[in-house]
T-cell receptor, first 112, second 115 residues
Framework: EDQVTQSPEALRLQEGESSSLNCSYTVSGLRGLFWYRQDPGKGPEFLFTLYSAGEEKEKERLKATLTKKESFLHITAPKPEDSATYLCAVQPSYNQGGKLIFGQGTELSVKP | AAGVIQSPRHLIKEKRETATLKCYPIPRHDTVYWYQQGPGQDPQFLISFYEKMQSDKGSIPDRFSAQQFSDYHSELNMSSLELGDSALYFC??????????????FGPGTRLLVL
């Protein structure tokens, strides 16, 4: 069964304290792995797409990496405005409809 | 840049009533997805359309139906509403490609409250 597990469920950091969020996945063929940021009551905001193991992408203080079993979202020197829920999702290759299977998310809180 | 538009943003209905949610995808995007997100939960896939044809179906109740029109906008019709249908409903759109995963861009959502 396809499954996405994110850890930790919640993470509290001090401003400037770097850390990583984990996304472990089990899927019958990976078409793509996606990271989104979601603020309360709003739609998920696209961050990164990763397609194959070894791939890395960066955007400002965020860096996403991918292996055959998991992905990491590294946050370097976070700021309070980085506080949000970060969602990881996979798109199975067998599914031509393109649905995303989401993890439960990591709620990040960055204190000044 | 243009984003996905959803309307209405908020909707309050009574049990057993019907509701229609609308989604306008990003221009030139040909695929639309609908997701339901309950309080404190991750988004759950409902249904998707590619070029006006249903392309996949997830955990969508039989009371719900959806379609994509010639201008690519989509509508989610919900009948016999139940209290448990209260949730955020997101529409996402993408441009289909022959290889690789298609990035889905999400709209702001419609918050449905069933009383």
């Amino acid at each position: 069964e396809d499954q996405v597990t994110q850890s930790p469920e919640a993470l509290r950091l001090q401003e400037g304290e770097s850390s990583s969020l984990n996304c472990s996945y089990t899927v019958s063929g990976l078409r793509g792995l996606f990271w989104y940021r979601q603020d309360p009551g709003k739609g998920p905001e696209f961050l990164f797409t990763l397609y194959s193991a070894g791939e890395e992408k960066e955007k400002e203080r965020l860096k996403a990496t991918l292996t055959k079993k998991e992905s990491f979202l590294h946050i370097t020197a976070p700021k309070p405005e980085d506080s949000a829920t970060y969602l990881c999702a996979v798109q199975p290759s067998y599914n031509q409809g393109g649905k995303l299977i989401f993890g439960q998310g990591t709620e990040l809180s960055v204190k000044p | 840049a243009a984003g996905v538009i959803q309307s209405p943003r908020h909707l309050i209905k009574e049990k057993r009533e019907t509701a229609t949610l609308k989604c306008y995808p990003i221009p030139r995007h040909d695929t639309v997805y609908w997701y339901q997100q309950g309080p404190g939960q991750d988004p759950q896939f409902l249904i998707s359309f590619y070029e006006k044809m249903q392309s996949d179906k997830g955990s969508i109740p039989d009371r719900f139906s959806a379609q994509q029109f010639s201008d690519y906008h989509s509508e989610l019709n919900m009948s016999s509403l139940e209290l448990g249908d209260s949730a955020l409903y997101f529409c996402a759109s993408s441009f289909a490609r022959t290889s690789g995963g298609e990035t889905q861009y999400f709209g702001p959502g419609t918050r449905l409250l069933v009383l």
